[in-house]
């Protein structure tokens, strides 16, 4: 089993996860009742995805050499599982870890704000998101390419649903064209991360298991100026970047995401309901 | 901001290919194709359909249910128009 293929699921599995979280932050506070449920709908599509990509995770995970786990994650109460023999499952992957063992790209930590902000956030990411499961449905591992097929079902409807909306937003009132502009240029700067190799990225690349980020880059980039165009805002010119996220260095607001997400788990270790 | 709210649009749904649409309920969107959209979040969430119509509701015209008496109780002692008469084939169903 290589640390890199569960590097890259963990990657992939951390951004369904926290987007997803993020977007269920809006349960019962939607602009409008229909909007909720479809806004809803999508966060649980993200967890759902999360869900079969931690399996896989753990999966990987409990095959390797007991040297190689005892590295990989720093949380004490996961050392103590896996100094004490235990398999990981999924909630230890999603609720033991502490921060910095996320792999997740900034973009989708990001606050909701208001409901621009929380479009332009999901709008680059399904266009991100639509192009690389479409690449991914030919990995050589075949549970990568079979939970990209499946996926890529749910993405079609999801980058459909942000890119109408940053369209409706644009083009309606002066207001709402300046408020989703301000959301557009406000997260330019997170976007860079999604079509940038990390070290995951390109080793997996290398082995036919992942995508590559570089030709996904231009039909990323021309889909979001498509969109943009079609709303009548103004693409935001290339410029620095942010980065990290997939090396584990996030903004402050992870930790706020992973101390209401975890919070149960860590106070009551192994509760049910 | 406007407190302007958006028509409301009753829908139908098809639940699988063959059978009618039939009316599953309303909602509010701001144009046609939201309201399929949303018709699609609130109304197929559980596989409930194939296919989704929707219309303004404005543009429903309803019969006045004060003129029930004359419009539907002539029909009542008809019953000669019950095609009931009829020996069907054995195994036709949906008649």
Not at chain 1, 93 to 120: K, S
Not at chain 1, 139 to 148: F, H, R
Request: aromatic share 12%; charged share 25%.
């Amino acid at each position: 089993m290589s640390i890199q293929k569960l590097k890259y699921t963990l990657q992939l599995a951390d951004n369904a996860l926290i987007l997803g979280h993020r977007i269920s932050e809006w349960c019962g506070h939607g602009p409008i009742l229909e909007q909720d449920i479809a806004i809803t709908n999508t966060a649980l599509d993200h967890l759902g995805q999360a869900r079969s990509l931690f399996q896989y995770a753990a999966t990987q995970f409990n095959q390797l050499p007991m040297a190689d786990k005892e590295q990989f994650f720093s949380s004490a109460v996961l050392q103590k599982a896996i100094t004490s023999g235990s398999q990981l499952d999924e909630d230890d992957l999603a609720y033991l870890r502490d921060g910095w063992d996320f792999r997740n790209v900034q973009l989708v930590e990001q606050p909701n704000a208001d409901w621009a902000f929380t479009i332009a956030r999901s709008f680059f990411y399904d266009c991100f998101s639509f192009f690389f499961y479409t690449a991914l449905q030919k990995s050589k591992d075949e549970t990568l390419a079979a939970i990209a097929e499946k996926s890529l079902k749910e993405v079609t409807y999801h980058i459909r649903w942000s890119s109408e909306w940053v369209i409706r937003l644009g083009d309606g009132t002066d207001e709402s064209k300046a408020r989703m502009q301000a959301a557009i240029n406000e997260r330019w700067m997170y976007t860079g991360e999604l079509l940038k190799m990390s070290a995951a990225d390109t080793a997996m690349l290398k082995e036919g298991i992942g995508a590559d980020l570089n030709t996904i880059a231009p039909l990323w980039q021309q889909r979001v100026e498509l969109v943009l165009h079609e709303a009548g805002l103004q693409v935001p010119p290339a410029g620095w970047m942010q980065e990290g996220g997939k090396d584990g260095r996030h903004t402050e607001h992870l930790g706020y995401i992973l101390a209401e997400l975890q919070f149960m788990q860590r106070a009551y270790p192994d509760m049910e309901w | 901001m406007s407190n302007k709210e958006w028509p409301l649009w009753e829908v139908f749904i098809r639940s699988k290919a063959g059978l009618d649409h039939k009316h599953a309920g309303s909602l509010h969107a701001a144009d046609a194709q939201m309201a399929i959209e949303n018709a699609r979040d609130v109304y197929t969430r559980r596989m409930e359909g194939v296919s989704i119509w929707v219309v303004k509701s404005s543009e429903i015209h309803a019969s006045d249910p004060y003129e029930a008496e004359s419009m539907y109780e002539p029909a009542t002692d008809k019953i000669y128009r019950h095609p009931t008469f009829y020996d069907l084939p054995e195994g036709l169903e949906h008649m």
